[in-house]
Nanobody, 124 residues
């Protein structure tokens, strides 16, 4: 089991950008899939993007494509989510999740390890 810690959240105006980072205790290792989910106020948790640590293969939600980019940083041992052109509807708690897996997973039930989340608020 790994402990995950998200950082980089905050308050930003519509159209602005934020970069979120996810770090794991002891670092990530091959065989892990790492993902970002988000939970808007009063709504359920939804998939944003995922990456395989070993290969950097990625998967993204339709809402994320063209605006958000997930990436693996070997030097920093983090998984980052670059968010551009932010909209008020992007306001949510953003969670990092990780699990041993051969495949990219897009459902929250598939992940064993979760961070506590970081708040992203986009003002209009």
């Amino acid at each position: 089991q790994v402990q995950l810690l998200e950082s980089g959240g905050g308050l930003v105006q519509a159209g602005g950008s934020l970069r979120l980072s996810c770090a794991a205790s002891g670092g990530f290792s091959s065989g892990y899939v790492v993902a970002w989910f988000r939970q808007p106020p009063g709504k359920g948790r939804e998939f944003v993007a995922a990456v395989k640590w070993s290969s950097e293969n990625t998967s993204s939600s339709d809402s994320a494509k063209g605006r958000f980019t997930i990436s693996r940083d070997l030097a920093k041992n983090t998984v980052d989510l670059q968010m551009n052109s932010l909209k008020p509807e992007d306001t949510a708690v953003y969670y990092c999740a990780a699990t041993p897996s051969f495949a990219l997973l897009i459902t929250s039930e598939g992940y064993k390890n979760w961070g506590q989340g970081t708040q992203v608020t986009v003002s209009s």
